[in-house]
């Protein structure tokens, strides 16, 4: 699955559905790479986690490769991760896992010019 870069999708559904949609772009992405993966947290109180986290929301999800860890491989699935969700979605690599969040913050207007 990938999304479109300029397709205003996120007037067609709640804002709910993404982690389902960051799911799917991390099974891809997986497969891409022929690596299985873990689902390593979604709504957890992690007392790691910053204020600001949407994990507390329910809109960003962590996961993590299985298999020989490989720093290298992970950044490929986090990039691949990233151009399939598009604009919309913050994607990020980090301690030895990938964050997604639905995080739109105006991004559609920047992305239009206005």
Known sequence: MYIKDRYPFECLF???????LMLIAFEGAA???????EFKSHTDDDPDRGVNSWH???LAIDGQLT????ETLHEKWAENIRERLGY???VVFHKRHVHAEFDPKGKRRARQGG
Do not use: C, I, K
Request: charged share 35%; aromatic share 16%; proline share 8%.
């Open 31 to 37: 497969r891409d790479l022929d690596r299985d993966w």
């Open 14 to 20: 709640p804002a709910s559905l993404s982690p389902t």
């Open 56 to 58: 507390r929301y329910g």
């Open 88 to 90: 919309l979605f913050d």
């Open 67 to 70: 298999g020989e860890y490989s």
